[in-house]
């Protein structure tokens, strides 16, 4: 008991640590789920980085879409992260992040589109941008803007 008493603040760390682990990889499973669902749902709507729409498109309505999000870390991602700014080398823990925040910002982006009744979204871009955190270097979240020209087919009359 008394080694508990001692080393109460190494323990609760570890404890801390642990819990942010099990959630944050429970959020990001939950959250990549919903992100395969709605990628499922949205197969329809094509997206292309070139710049111009096919020739073989008469007239067609064009209209600018966006989506944008914004994905924090968890602190267990934090903690790995400072080890390898100290050490050096890749960060693979904000990589999930990255990949997690640019698949949402698409599906955001293509359910606009599918709104305004598109199926092909062209000339798409992306701007990142790390929000900081407290200490110098450290990045808390991300922040991922998908752009793009919608294009809908005119309606007959």
Known sequence: MEFLFQHFELILGVVLAMTGFIVGRMNERRHYASIRSRERQLA??????????????TAPAMTLVAGSVVIADDYFKSLLAGLHNFFG????????LLDRARREAVLRMKAQARKLGAGMIVNVKFQTFAIPGRQPGSARAVEVLAYGTALAMPQPR
């Open 44 to 57: 329809g709507i094509l997206v292309f980085a070139v710049r111009f729409p096919p020739a073989s498109l």
């Open 89 to 96: 080398g890749r960060v693979r823990t904000y990589e999930s």
